[in-house]
């Protein structure tokens, strides 16, 4: 089944411990995204990636960092979580910037 | 970069009747117009998108068009139902300035609810 899949899907922990969001897909898409929705915000971007080894910022990357080093899979990773990154998060892939992006299930993250 | 704006924030209309969410963008270049749906506690799925050498396509009881001269398109719902109540997202394809990747910018969402 061709899918988005992102872990965990609900994390509560506390500021300043390291965490990682995992992303993957199964439709050997090139392009993947982080996106965060916040009440009355909608959803805004975080990074994005065009394929292996190529990403860049979008409209909110301070505080996150992301790799992709295999095509399948983008973590998020906060290094040092702060209280206003209690959001819900949506990985996203799609074969390109102009085709159908594909979300997962979203990961809702409170940082105590 | 890409700016779009999306009105209205939120639209209340009666089981049958029309619902029209607009959405405007800056980047002349932009080229693709998706529109997703977002169920309550769901993740956001397409329900349509548009291409800049078309100015409309339908698909059942949804359409969108495209204004590129305005520098606008339009979702339109007809005969509205329960299940239409959702959030609804507007998004173009853009690059950002000093990037040569291309991205979506999104536009912050209609809530939009069907009343029986």
């Known amino acids: 089944e061709a899918q988005v899949t992102q872990n965990p899907r609900y994390l509560i922990t506390v500021t300043g411990k390291k965490l990682t969001v995992t992303c993957s897909q199964n439709?050997?898409?090139?392009?993947m995204s982080w996106y965060r929705q916040d009440p009355g915000l909608g959803l805004r971007q975080i990074y994005y990636?065009?394929?292996?080894?190529?990403?860049d910022k979008g409209d909110v990357p301070e505080g996150y960092k992301v790799s992709r080093k295999e095509k399948r899979n983008f973590p998020l990773i906060l290094e040092s979580p702060s209280p206003n990154q209690t959001s819900l998060y949506f990985c996203?892939?799609?074969?390109?910037?102009?085709?159908?992006?594909?979300f997962g299930p979203g990961t809702r993250l409170t940082v105590l | 970069g890409e700016n779009v704006e999306q009105h209205p924030s939120t639209l209340s209309v009666q089981e049958g009747d029309s619902a029209v969410i607009k959405c405007t963008y800056s980047d002349s270049a932009s080229n693709y117009f998706p529109w997703y749906k977002q169920e309550l506690g769901k993740r956001p799925q397409l329900i349509i998108d548009?291409?800049?050498?078309?100015g409309e396509k339908k698909d059942q009881r949804i359409a969108v068009t495209l204004n590129k001269t305005a520098k606008h398109f339009s979702l339109h719902i007809t005969e509205t139902q329960p299940e239409d109540s959702a959030v609804y997202f507007c998004?173009?394809?853009?690059?950002?300035?000093?990037?040569?990747?291309?991205?979506?910018?999104f536009g912050r969402g209609t809530q939009l609810t069907v009343w029986p």
């Open positions: 548009i291409r800049s050498n078309v």
């Open positions: 998004a173009a394809s853009g690059t950002d300035r000093g990037s040569t990747l291309g991205r979506l910018y």
């Open positions: 996203a892939s799609s074969l390109g910037v102009n085709n159908e992006q594909f």
């Open positions: 990636s065009m394929n292996v080894e190529v990403t």
């Open positions: 439709m050997n898409h090139e392009y």
